[in-house]
């Protein structure tokens, strides 16, 4: 797996990169060497915020953890990372090379087969939108993310509150 450790509002040691190294090797197992991870550390004031993202053949695992020590936080993300991994394995399987993910121990975790059921469909029409209009319609909503036409360019577009206060754009890519 190729491994890159980044740092924002800081400089990640070289004891961190190593220990980044050694933890995501827990995940070669599920991953071949075509995979790629990125490691981003960011130091807050009080904590420090470790986000890990690994790419597997355009499938992509995700997980982010606080906490007041750098490694502490990088292992809470690889652990959220095993659990995404373990809950998904049966539809995850399909999209792994060879159909299987290898055996896991799952003993001290009951067995749990997650049904996605659909509750609701909603139709909205996409009206040509700026970005700053698309995410005030989405705060008066009270909604979490917002679609929408972007006036700009005419593509689809999504808009997101994020947890730190800020927001997100997604723009699919043809």
Excluded: W
């Excluded at 049904?115 to 209009?133: H, N």
Aim: glycine content about 6%; hydrophobic content about 35%.
């Amino acid at each position: 797996m190729n491994i890159t450790v980044v740092g924002r509002k800081c400089t990640p040691r070289d004891s961190f990169k190593e220990r980044a190294e050694k933890k995501l090797a827990k995940l070669d197992k599920f991953f071949g060497d075509e995979a790629s991870a990125k490691v981003t550390a960011t130091v807050e004031k009080k904590f420090q915020t470790v986000e890990v993202t690994v790419d597997n053949n355009g499938m992509f695992f995700r997980a982010q953890a606080k906490a007041e020590n750098m490694n502490d936080a990088l292992d809470e993300c690889v652990d959220l990372l095993i659990r995404q991994i373990r809950k998904n394995r049966t539809k995850l399987e399909k999209r792994f090379r060879g159909g299987t993910i290898p055996e896991i121990d799952t003993a001290d975790e009951p067995e749990e087969e997650t049904q996605f059921e659909v509750v609701r469909t909603k139709v909205i029409p996409l009206k040509p939108q700026s970005v700053d209009e698309a995410i005030l319609q989405m705060n008066m909503l009270g909604h979490k993310f917002y679609m929408f036409r972007n006036s700009a360019d005419g593509a689809v577009a999504l808009v997101y509150s994020r947890d730190d206060g800020g927001y997100g754009l997604i723009i699919p890519q043809e």
